[in-house]
């Protein structure tokens, strides 16, 4: 009964956290700045690595693959992330990369206001930027894994699945530790890894489950603008998981301090 109760009072807490930081209003607005600001650098690096088949692009064929699509939720990858010639727009990458500048500004905030420190100063907006780079490396690092996994032995699978788990987790340890500027006690912020890895290996079995079931439904309703809806859900999906495990993980350890 102590337990329940001590785990009940964890819940309610954690649940006031997520309004006074108004948390899924952050969420969505770092999914949507990262869609929009990723979008048309994905685009450019289309045309940049060519096309897999004549018909589809690099990216394009990855996802199809990846998700088993076919017919009209293909159709629509395709035409989404469509095979073309290296066209470089000058305006259009510079507003990108502002995109992703300021999106690493946000998310800094994000996470100064769920372990409640101070905001990065200006002159250590630069660690925001290594954080970038630290999660696309472990984002990459994850899908070589598990298109390694899919070629693999049953004992390689689970190898490799102990791997992803593993670079999910150091990549939060060590990006939370730079994104806070060291003010967060590493015992705090080994937890939040924890949870975060767990989170992420929970949204990515729902979306081996369920997102290719899902895009094929919303391209046949809605055509690329549905693989849209299904892809912006899924980021939306991964971003939640990461800033509630977080959350979950300062709230724990504050009370722990008290």
């Known amino acids: 009964m102590?337990?329940?109760?001590?785990?009940?009072?964890?819940?309610?807490?954690?649940?006031?956290?997520?309004?006074?930081?108004?948390?899924?209003?952050?969420?969505?607005?770092?999914?949507?700045?990262?869609?929009?600001?990723?979008?048309?650098?994905?685009?450019?690096?289309?045309?940049?690595?060519?096309?897999?088949?004549?018909?589809?692009?690099?990216?394009?064929?990855?996802?199809?693959?990846r998700l088993g699509l076919g017919g009209p939720a293909a159709d629509a990858v395709r035409t989404l992330l469509p095979a073309s010639r290296l066209r470089l727009y000058v305006v259009g990458l510079g507003i990108s990369l502002f995109g992703l500048y300021s999106l690493t500004r946000r998310v800094a905030r994000a996470y100064s206001a769920i372990w409640q420190i101070p905001d990065l100063p200006r002159s250590r907006w630069w660690r925001a930027g290594v954080w970038l780079l630290v999660e696309l490396a472990a984002i990459v690092s994850v899908a070589v894994a598990r298109d390694l996994a899919r070629e693999s032995t049953p004992v390689a699978r689970v190898a490799l699945f102990v791997l992803a788990l593993i670079i999910w987790y150091a990549a939060e340890l060590a990006g939370q530790r730079l994104i806070t500027d060291g003010r967060v006690p590493w015992r705090a912020l080994h937890l939040a890894a924890g949870l975060t890895a767990a989170g992420r290996l929970g949204v990515a079995i729902w979306a081996a489950v369920y997102l290719g079931t899902s895009m094929t439904r919303q391209a046949e309703l809605y055509g690329p603008i549905g693989v849209v809806f299904a892809l912006f859900t899924s980021l939306f999906a991964s971003i939640a998981a990461t800033l509630v495990a977080t959350l979950i993980a300062a709230t724990v350890t504050a009370r722990s301090t008290d």
């Open 2 to 65: 102590r337990w329940t109760a001590g785990a009940v009072r964890i819940a309610r807490d954690v649940l006031r956290r997520m309004a006074q930081v108004e948390l899924l209003d952050r969420v969505y607005v770092i999914a949507a700045g990262t869609f929009v600001s990723a979008l048309p650098v994905l685009l450019l690096l289309t045309g940049a690595l060519g096309s897999s088949r004549r018909s589809e692009s690099v990216f394009a064929g990855q996802l199809i693959d």
